[in-house]
T-cell receptor, first 113, second 112 residues
Framework: DGGITQSPKYLFRKEGQNVTLSCEQN?????MYWYRQDPGQGLRLIYY???????QKGDIAEGYSVSREKKESFPLTVTSAQKNPTAFYLC????????????FGNGTRLTVT | KQEVTQIPAALSVPEGENLVLNCSFT??????LQWFRQDPGKGLTSLLL?????REQTSGRLNASLDKSSGRSTLYIAASQPGDSATYLC???????????FGKGITLSVRP
């Protein structure tokens, strides 16, 4: 079955450490996205990529970095510069075009103490 | 800047009721609108996508309508079931290559 795999499901880190969240898709989608979800805040876009080796900042990119070396993979690094990293992180992908719904992974819950 | 609002934030209904979830957006020049379902601790599942040229889309017991001129969309759920309990989010895309803007969602509880 095609889908998006995010790993791990839960991640715990100490303050000051960088951490990388994995996102892999086998849907052959060109576009991939990272969202952050906080209680009462809705989804906010961190970074997105519409093609390999290219990506753009979303609304809250500060303290995060990404890479897109392969079509299937879009890892997100949460750096020590991110002030409030504890959150639920969601990866998504889509084809291009107006009939392309967004497909989501099951998320990674990151807790930084 | 596009803003998407979903009110109320939570809704509780008895099983069997037909119900309507509302979504409003500030910029009527949209490309498409999507409705998603999210179960606790999970990702989002796409339910329906309405293109800007369409008025409604249907899937099973779900029907989504779009009125661009008034900046509104509704998700109609017929004969609600306890399994429909989840958070429902709408999201608007304002251009072919633009990002989605999400509402904060409506948490629905269907009581047996």
């Amino acid at each position: 079955d095609g889908g998006i795999t995010q790993s791990p499901k839960y991640l715990f880190r100490k303050e000051g450490q960088n951490v990388t969240l994995s996102c892999e898709q086998n849907l052959n989608h060109d576009a991939m996205y990272w969202y952050r979800q906080d209680p009462g805040q809705g989804l906010r876009l961190i970074y997105y990529s519409q093609i390999v080796n290219d990506f753009q900042k979303g609304d809250i990119a500060e303290g995060y970095s990404v890479s897109r070396e392969k079509k299937e993979s879009f890892p997100l690094t949460v750096t020590s510069a991110q002030k409030n990293p504890t959150a639920f992180y969601l990866c998504a992908s889509s084809t291009t075009g107006d009939l392309s719904p967004l497909h989501f992974g099951n998320g990674t819950r990151l807790t930084v103490t | 800047k596009q803003e998407v609002t979903q009110i109320p934030a939570a809704l509780s209904v008895p099983e069997g009721e037909n119900l309507v979830l509302n979504c409003s957006f500030t910029d009527s020049a949209i490309y498409n609108l999507q409705w998603f379902r999210q179960d606790p601790g999970k990702g989002l599942t796409s339910l329906l996508l309405i293109q800007s040229s369409q008025r409604e889309q249907t899937s099973g017991r779900l029907n989504a309508s779009l009125d661009k001129s008034s900046g509104r969309s509704t998700l109609y759920i017929a004969a609600s079931q306890p399994g429909d309990s989840a958070t429902y989010l709408c999201a608007v895309k304002t251009g072919a290559n633009s990002k989605l803007t999400f509402g904060k969602g409506i948490t629905l509880s269907v009581r047996p």
